[in-house]
């Protein structure tokens, strides 16, 4: 009767350990739905980060900025002007021929950390320079390979100056042009 014990006895435990997995697979998928629901509320509630720089829709006027102002600026005469869908302030596409664009403004209005976010996308603040102009904004400049940026946010707004131009302060004078236009 050993005998039996001790050859049955490693066939039971293997039969018991099995047993004890499948009894434990059922409690563990609720708590994997349980984490799975806490994720998706953990993701609804974070900022997705900023919105995608935005693209040209349509040709206009810019509501918020000369073409004179633009021109006089960044030291080249402006042939087109193309919109993005954005509203109410659409950005603003400065075209010096009918292809290259010369200088673009976007203007962000919604949550704070989005409009930091969207400045420190335009102008990385490891790899820019600080910029507080106008008063009161904070962001930074940066030349690049194809121009310059100038990117400067306060409170839940962001303003973001591309220039095809090299000096960051032709990008800064329409930024401060912007502001003031807007009354932001």
Known sequence: MNRVLLTALPSLLV?????SCATAEPTSAPNAATTTSAVAKTTTTTPAGPPPPPEP???GQCPYLAS????????????KVRLSADQPNPACF???NGTDVQLSVWVFQGEQATAKA???RAAPVA??????????????SLTTDTGAVYAVAKDGNA???TSNQKQTIKARRVAETVVGNLGL
């Open 15 to 19: 039969i018991g350990a099995l047993a």
């Open 57 to 59: 829709s349509a040709e």
């Open 68 to 79: 004179s102002v633009v021109q006089e600026a960044n030291g080249q005469l402006v042939r």
């Open 94 to 96: 400065f075209y010096a």
């Open 118 to 120: 969207v400045v420190d």
């Open 127 to 140: 790899d820019s320079s600080p910029a507080s102009a106008p008063a009161g904004w904070n962001g930074g």
């Open 159 to 161: 303003v973001v100056v």
